[in-house]
Nanobody
Framework: QVQLVESGGGLVQPGGSLRLSCVFY????????LGWYRQAPGKQREWVAR???????NSADSVKGRFTISRDNAKNTVYLQMNSLRPEDTAVYFC???????????WGQGTQVTVSS
């Protein structure tokens, strides 16, 4: 089984930065596409960014140029560097891991990010 544990959320002022981390507990980390999603109060969960085992990345238009996803295969960890944060980035951020073969996916418990002055 796979367990994902996020950390790094918190309260930050507009224009500030945060780095989220998600540690993957399980086997075959290199076989998983990793992603970040977020859910704001009263809204549906939305996709933020993803990274393949080979390091190819994609991100939502709303965060492009501000957020960067990366992975460290030696540490079984995926990161989301968030810069130039805006109040509308306030949400619970979730880590997701999808197996490239079976397509089975797993979710972390989420970490709260609040952007406010």
């Amino acid at each position: 089984q796979v367990q994902l544990v996020e950390s790094g959320g918190g309260l930050v002022q507009p224009g500030g930065s945060l780095r989220l981390s998600c540690v993957f507990y399980g086997s075959s980390f290199s076989m998983y596409v990793l992603g970040w999603y977020r859910q704001a109060p009263g809204k549906q969960r939305e996709w933020v960014a993803r990274i393949t085992p080979g390091g190819s990345t994609n991100s939502a238009d709303s965060v492009k140029g501000r957020f960067t996803i990366s992975r460290d295969n030696a540490k079984n960890t995926v990161y989301l560097q968030m810069n130039s944060l805006r109040p509308e980035d306030t949400a619970v951020y979730f880590c997701n891991a999808e197996h490239m073969g079976s397509r089975r996916d797993y979710w972390g418990q989420g970490t709260q990010v609040t952007v406010s002055s």
